[in-house]
């Protein structure tokens, strides 16, 4: 596949991004709508995902706001049908939602816990089955964010890096199983963006740390994703400092986790130790 997305029926192609009223993954939605994607954003607020719609519209594209908890109960199915009925089969699906769910273990709820292993891990598996049909017939994309603690566990973010982990390893094997059919998988590891999930954590890291926790503007996160992606790259980085250690950590792992290790107290300060 499928750099260029099939436009053979003659209608430009359809993307449902998860998390697109705020943040990368509003970023991500003006980018596909800018090269003519039609997109249904999801997200718990109504608010955020007209505004995105209407900056979609004022770009002259079709957007289609679905407000849904994608944790709850019977969503899933009801969002893709949703979505088909407004646009059309899907030719790419954005696995973008997520909770940030830092801090020490036992500062989570078991309902907290729960709570982020559906939204950041079991969600995106559980829709991507859905969608197959659709994906496989459009010989379509799937797209993943993940983080860089998919690879680099952080300290005192044990619950997130076990999501991130988990949906490397998930897109990494599906990949595989997929790529017969002519589906891409695509996973991107954005580096730290200042959108409302990192609210804080610029200040709580200190001055001696900004090196690795500069943040990025989200619209152009989106947008180097996006651009990536359809230039046909499937895993995406950023080589700044995050993107070095993260790569460094494959190589030498003790080296790095020590690294990390004496930073500790900071990163606690960074995912609020409660
Ligand atoms: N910011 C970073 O530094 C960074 C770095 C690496 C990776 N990432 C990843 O990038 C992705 C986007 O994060 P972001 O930084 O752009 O933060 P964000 O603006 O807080 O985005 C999170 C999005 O998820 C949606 N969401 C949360 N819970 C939901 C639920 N139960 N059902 C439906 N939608 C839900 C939110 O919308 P509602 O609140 O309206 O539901 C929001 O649009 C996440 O997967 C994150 O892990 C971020």
Redesign the pocket.
């Known amino acids: 596949m499928n750099r260029q997305l099939s436009t053979a029926n003659c209608q430009l192609p359809a993307a449902l991004i998860?998390?697109?009223?705020?943040?990368?993954?509003r970023g991500m939605a003006l980018a596909l709508a800018r090269r003519g994607f039609r997109v249904a954003l999801?997200?718990?607020?109504a608010g955020?995902?007209a505004a995105v719609a209407g900056e979609v519209e004022a770009l002259g594209g079709q957007a289609l706001a679905l407000p849904?908890?994608?944790?709850e109960a019977g969503v899933l199915p009801a969002l893709l049908e949703q979505a088909e009925a407004g646009l059309g089969p899907l030719d790419l699906l954005v696995h973008?939602?997520?909770?940030?769910a830092g801090g020490p273990l036992d500062s989570h709820t078991a309902q907290g816990l729960a709570g982020a292993l559906a939204?950041?891990l079991a969600v995106p598996l559980e829709l991507t089955r859905l969608a197959l049909p659709q994906l496989r017939a459009r010989r379509g994309m799937l797209l993943l964010?993940?983080?860089?603690a998919s690879t680099m566990a952080l300290p005192y973010a044990s619950l997130?890096s076990a999501t991130?982990a988990g949906l490397h390893g998930f897109g990494q094997s599906l990949r595989h199983e997929l790529a017969p059919h002519g589906v891409r998988v695509v996973l991107a590891?954005?580096?730290?963006?200042?959108?409302?999930?990192?609210a804080g954590m610029a200040a709580a890291s200190g001055s001696a740390a900004s090196w690795l926790y500069r943040?990025r503007c989200?619209e152009a996160v989106g947008e180097r994703i996006v651009q990536r992606m359809l230039a046909g790259q499937n895993d995406i980085r950023w080589w700044n400092g995050e993107g070095w250690l993260a790569t460094m950590h494959q190589l030498a792992p003790g080296l790095v986790q020590r690294l990390l290790r004496g930073q500790a107290t900071r990163f606690a300060r960074m995912f609020g130790e409660k």
Do not use: C
């Open positions: 998860t998390g697109g009223g705020t943040g990368i993954g999801v997200g718990r607020r955020p995902l849904a908890d994608l944790t973008n939602a997520g909770v940030l939204l950041n964010v993940g983080s860089m997130y991130k590891y954005p580096p730290g963006t200042a959108t409302a999930m990192t943040l989200p």
